[in-house]
């Protein structure tokens, strides 16, 4: 499939100087970079694996959070650590 795409003058002079050193087509540098590009975004975390760290990391209190959400939150705001 052939596509056409426009650069900027930057970064034609930057494919360009990459493929003369490398000696390749810029089409084969192009295919190459969408390979890699397309690559990582199939191996993008999940929201679940990207918050994983964060679930149940407040251990420091006991009982049913849900239960005291009103006061935790109202001494959170004052200042009180030791709820």
Known sequence: M???V?????IERQL???C???????SQAVKEALDLFLADKA????????GESGFG???AHT????R????????KFRGKTDC
């Open 63 to 66: 009982g049913s959070i849900a």
């Open 2 to 4: 052939a596509i056409s």
């Open 20 to 26: 003369q050193s490398h000696r390749i087509s810029k």
């Open 68 to 75: 005291q959400s009103k006061t935790l939150l109202r001494n």
């Open 57 to 59: 990391a407040d251990k």
């Open 43 to 50: 191996h993008s975390p999940t929201p679940y694996e990207l």
């Open 6 to 10: 426009r650069l900027p003058e930057s």
């Open 16 to 18: 360009l100087a990459y």
